[in-house]
């Protein structure tokens, strides 16, 4: 099976909605589940196949809402700034038409961490809880442009495609070993349709600032070998419980930033043990 057919076999099980502002999201689970809702937000340059490696485990026992984030993937591209603070808006509206009020939790990867706290605080009677995944805008990474190799503008196909394997390999990965077919034809296939620079608010502090104002549980995980975080997990652990106090971070071994989908297995036993907490919002 080849990586396009392998990944039309997950989307196929899925219900495909449009909002009117042509956010694009897809359900997966049953129509009976009297479950809360799980919303999970992709990262930059991504759509919802981020969490393509996890949608059949998570989707068991709860409805499963995954949008394609404004100005990425299929989705329409958000207003001006085209920052986390216009895609937040925009999904919070999606959030109204899709959910019509009912209570869900939240987990965001990277760029989508900024988002979904974004969202939490527009919509806090709603948001239950809320997982960051590997999350960028923690003022964290510094100086990572100068690893990555840059690819607009290069005409030849290989030499894009040269680019794009080794950026892969040194930000999404824990090493360039785990680049498989389908992990490559997903980064080549969404970066070409990003319409939002989501690198700007990864680099700076707007997570950072946001937690500061969030009244829910809030948790973390990350890959002990994202370099991304640089070996900081006890810095964003004392971030994470200035905002809640009982905040756990929960590092899973063997994976690099995109945890979920190189440390599958185990990503999709930690989140929902997170989420199936009953802490209270704000309890010492």
Partial sequence: ????????????????????????????????????PLLL?????????????????????????????PGLGESATPPAPRDHTAVADVLARGVDEMLAGAAFDLAGFSFGGIVAAFLAGLRPLQARRL????????????????????????????KREAAHRHNLGALMLSTPERIDPL??????RDIFRARVNSAKSSRAEPLKQRLESLRLPIDGIWGR???????????IHALLRGAFPQ??????????????????????????????????????
């Fill in 131 to 158: 997982v960051l995944v590997g999350a960028g805008g923690l003022g964290l990474r510094k100086g990572e442009a100068k690893f990555l190799k840059p690819w607009l503008g290069l005409k030849d196909a290989a």
């Fill in 247 to 284: 905040a756990r971070l929960k590092i899973i071994e063997g994976a690099g930033h995109w945890v979920q989908y190189e440390q599958a297995a185990a990503f999709n036993t930690v989140l929902p043990e997170l989420l199936a907490d009953h802490r209270i919002s704000g309890a010492p």
């Fill in 183 to 188: 992990a490559m034809h997903l980064y080549m």
């Fill in 41 to 69: 937000l992709h990262g930059g340059a991504g759509s919802w196949a981020h969490w393509v490696r996890n949608i059949d485990a998570l989707a068991a026992g709860r409805p499963l809402w995954i949008p394609d984030l």
């Fill in 1 to 36: 099976m080849t990586p396009a057919e392998s990944l039309a076999q997950v989307e196929k099980r899925a219900r495909r909605f449009e909002t009117t502002d042509g956010t694009v999201w897809r359900r997966w689970g049953s129509d009976g589940s009297r479950a809360a």
């Fill in 225 to 235: 070998l994202d370099i991304t975080a640089r070996g900081k997990f006890d810095e």
